[in-house]
């Protein structure tokens, strides 16, 4: 995310906002209600365009690729789901090409989402930035720029609030939320205990979860009410309900499925562990009583057009 697009920008918030919204007790609201265009400037040599349902192919190939550069894992979104979503208006996908190669060097994702509650606010509509991707071979040129600048010119007016995941921390843009990752690993067990973990361990996913997720996400402070249950799923073990959210990771060189858990106590995390889908759960912070977890690494969520004077350290709970 390059300094050009974020320096001078009325939608970013700033220090000295926040710190004035937390001073006055202000609650959360948009930074930019006006018709707030940049001044777009493509690459010369490349195509930027809209991508639809036949493009998932080359999504999945990309981001396959050079969405994670990562040597414990890679991402592995299935070209249906990536279909589905585009089909269905939840995702709106930017692409960036080469002009003459016809290979693709970048790619933006808004996920449409549904009443965004952010302490007592909500909003109808909100967006979140994904899967941002430059080929490393063609970053530094503005493509990256580009890419959000198209993103921000072609959101409704006015702009609603947007959500971005940054790993790792920086200091530039106050966050929303911040907080590590903490890592669990499927215990490592023979096949006849793992067989007899199975028996006594019941895992159930639950098909209509709706009114079971909204008594989870009582309390928190960023949450979406109305799920689509595409990329989120409830379970049901023994010891309570445990909800994770597939990132659609999977782990090198076991291709592990990655999820992150948003709800579950320490009990049903060590049972859900053992025999659910997941072999590998990352948690936005440690898991008292849960045993097995291992720092990762840094993590922040930060608002786009959107002042909050709050830092809050769950992992949103949003029902993608």
């Not at 190669?101 to 994904?130: F, P, Y």
């Not at 098909?207 to 997720?213: I, R, S, V």
Request: hydrophobic fraction near 40%; include cysteine.
């Amino acid at each position: 995310m390059t300094d050009s697009f974020w320096s001078d920008n009325p939608c970013v918030p700033g220090w000295t906002n926040r710190f004035g919204s937390w001073w006055n007790e202000e609650p959360p609201k948009l930074l930019c209600t006006t018709n707030h265009k940049f001044p777009v400037l493509p690459v010369k040599g490349y195509t930027l365009f809209r991508a639809n349902e036949s493009h998932a192919p080359l999504l999945h190939s990309f981001w396959y690729q050079y969405f994670v550069q990562s040597k414990v894992c890679h991402c592995d979104v299935p070209v249906d789901h990536i279909q589905n979503q585009i089909r269905d208006g939840i995702w709106e996908v930017y692409m960036v090409q080469h002009t003459l190669t016809k290979g693709i060097v970048g790619s933006i994702v808004r996920r449409w989402i549904s009443k965004l509650h952010i302490q007592n606010t909500i909003w109808e509509r909100a967006g979140i930035v994904d899967y941002f991707c430059v080929h490393p071979e063609f970053q530094k040129k503005g493509i990256g720029r580009w890419l959000l600048t198209t993103l921000h010119n072609q959101s409704p007016v006015p702009m609603p609030p947007h959500l971005i995941l940054w790993e790792g921390f920086q200091i530039k843009v106050p966050p929303i939320v911040r907080n590590s990752y903490y890592v669990k690993h499927r215990p490592k067990l023979y096949p006849i205990a793992l067989s007899m973990a199975k028996q006594n361990i019941s895992c159930q996913k639950i098909t209509n979860p709706t009114n079971l997720w909204k008594e989870c996400v009582k309390g928190n402070d960023i949450w979406m009410e109305n799920g689509t249950f595409r990329e989120v799923s409830v379970y049901r073990v023994p010891a309570g309900v445990v909800v994770v959210w597939n990132t659609f990771h999977k782990s090198i060189p076991g291709g592990e499925e990655i999820g992150i858990v948003l709800f579950g106590n320490a009990i049903a995390l060590d049972q859900f562990s053992t025999v659910g889908p997941f072999g590998v759960l990352l948690s936005a912070g440690y898991p008292e009583g849960s045993q097995g977890w291992t720092h990762d690494s840094s993590f922040q969520f930060v608002g786009y057009n959107l002042s909050a004077n709050f830092c809050s350290s769950k992992f949103p709970a949003l029902c993608l």
